[in-house]
């Protein structure tokens, strides 16, 4: 594990991923628009969550783990525990900005609609109450339960870590235990005003956990698989099939050609709790795609490239941004004469929006690091920085 930490450089592949999954989750998050159609959930079983999910589990397993190494576990969970209390704060700063923007939004434009289309019911007339149960976590307004998931992912990570560290693959199986048994006795968190979270997390930490062991352990095992070329293919075959299944559920025509037995194993797809389908098409992908794109390949220093790995890069900025840029979106689009010109117009605009935000935050926290320990110095801590 101490060679496999140690050969880990930067691996922009990481930044690529988030950065496509913001972009992604960004248009995802403007409903009615045409340009979601091309979006990564509508070509198979997972989506932009999933991948932000299990590339946020390999990135914060190379970091902490090389933290644990280097400085000893306390010092590491330390580290974690400060950074969930980044996500935490930026959480409750999103929340009271977020419910007050679509309580205006409601009131400005007349349509009540929103208040219940984006789960934040009580905002008029129980605001206390409100605000009190997004404290703890437990109000889950639309858009924002990737990011209320993620801080409990990482509350619970330095058990996880201690346990990949000592214990690998016993770890890794307890994993796969939780994922089984919540879903089967229907364990999740309490969310408000009734049911549970919208993405569960005891099923959900199977990704994150995935990620963080193949960062760790598996990547003897992953570059074995990657060699036999049967598996490749069982891969690519796999996603076809998850297309294939994603085209017959939105085209009733072609739905009805499949058997019924197989439609109903696999559509609708399980968002909440995880569904298996979800795992094995986001596996696929990352297999298929760590074969073809090398950690050093030359794509990624291109111009083109650098707007993506900027929104990797700074993917909590760009996460905030997107959840107001998507709201502003879609006010544009239900108060103008809705076309598909406009639909268009409002991604390309939101998408330029969020990098822009991407380049400021990156640029600013450039200027802090120089003033305080000059031009060189700021350019390692720059690189190595905790996001």
């Not at 070509?43 to 933290?67: N, T």
């Not at 580290?79 to 929340?95: D, E, S």
Request: net charge positive; glycine share 6%.
């Amino acid at each position: 594990m101490k060679a496999s930490l140690a050969a880990h450089g930067r691996d922009l592949r990481i930044d690529f991923a988030r950065g496509i999954a913001n972009c992604f989750m960004l248009i995802d998050h403007i409903p009615h628009n045409v340009v979601g159609l091309f979006t990564m959930r509508n070509f198979g079983f997972s989506g932009a969550v999933d991948l932000f999910v299990f590339v946020s589990g390999y990135a914060v397993a190379i970091l902490y783990g090389k933290m644990t190494l280097e400085r000893g576990f306390i010092v590491a969970a330390s580290r974690i525990i400060k950074r969930a209390w980044q996500l935490y704060a930026a959480h409750i700063v999103l929340f009271v900005i977020y419910i007050n923007a679509i309580g205006w939004a409601a009131a400005r434009y007349a349509a009540p609609d929103i208040i219940e289309e984006y789960r934040v019911i009580g905002i008029l007339n129980d605001p206390v109450r409100v605000l009190t149960h997004g404290l703890l976590l437990q109000s889950r307004p639309l858009n924002l339960d990737v990011l209320q998931m993620a801080i409990v992912l990482l509350l619970f990570f330095p058990v996880a870590l201690a346990g990949l560290l000592r214990w690998p693959n016993l770890t890794m199986l307890g994993s796969i235990v939780l994922y089984f048994v919540s879903r089967q006795f229907g364990w999740g968190l309490p969310a408000f005003p009734a049911g549970s979270a919208y993405l569960n997390p005891f099923c959900w930490q199977l990704l994150f956990v995935l990620g963080a062991w193949f960062a760790l352990s598996g990547g003897k095992f992953v570059r074995t698989l990657q060699e036999l070329w049967p598996l490749r293919v069982l891969a690519l075959a796999y996603l076809v099939f998850s297309l294939l299944m994603m085209v017959a559920a939105e085209s009733p025509a072609i739905g009805s050609m499949l058997p019924d037995i197989l439609t109903k194993a696999f559509i609708p797809i399980d968002r909440e709790n995880l569904g298996l389908a979800r795992v094995l098409h986001i596996l696929s992908i990352a297999l298929l795609f760590t074969w073809l794109v090398p950690a050093d390949w030359n794509g990624f220093h291109s111009r083109l490239m650098q707007p993506i790995l900027k929104c990797g890069e700074e993917w909590l900025a760009c996460f905030c941004a997107g959840v107001f840029l998507s709201l502003a979106g879609y006010i544009v689009l239900i108060t103008s004469p809705n076309s598909y010109l406009l639909q268009v117009l409002v991604s390309v605009t939101a998408l330029v929006l969020m990098t822009a935000v991407a380049y400021y935050v990156s640029w600013s926290r450039q200027q802090d690091q120089v003033a305080r320990f000059g031009p060189t110095r700021a350019k390692d801590d720059h690189a190595i920085a905790d996001r």
